[in-house]
Nanobody, 111 residues
Framework: QVQLVESGGGLVQPGGSLRLSCAASGSIFSINSMGWYRQAPGKQRELVAA???????NYADSVKGRFTISRDNAKNTLYLQMSSLKPEDTAVYYC?????WGKGTLVTVSS
């Protein structure tokens, strides 16, 4: 099994920045691709960004140019740097890997 624990969420003003972290533990040898998803109230969970073990990245169109996904394999940690945040980025952000999910961290963008 893989355990994923997100951190770094919070309240931020429009235009601000946040960095989310996801610490992985357990059977981490099985980890290949990792990703961030988000779910806003009343909406379906959607992919925000993903990264392979080789560093290939993929982003949702809505966050391209504003968010950056990265990973530190030595620390077994996934990151999401979010900039130029908008109110529509408000959601619970979930870390995903190898079929496992974290419990999520809430990001609220509001003035």
């Amino acid at each position: 099994q893989v355990q994923l624990v997100e951190s770094g969420g919070g309240l931020v003003q429009p235009g601000g920045s946040l960095r989310l972290s996801c610490a992985a533990s357990g059977s981490i040898f099985s980890i290949n691709s990792m990703g961030w998803y988000r779910q806003a109230p009343g909406k379906q969970r959607e992919l925000v960004a993903a990264i392979t073990s080789y560093g290939t990245t993929n982003y949702a169109d809505s966050v391209k140019g504003r968010f950056t996904i990265s990973r530190d394999n030595a620390k077994n940690t996934l990151y999401l740097q979010m900039s130029s945040l908008k109110p529509e980025d408000t959601a619970v952000y979930y870390c995903w890997s190898s079929g496992y999910w974290g419990k999520g961290t809430l990001v609220t963008v509001s003035s």
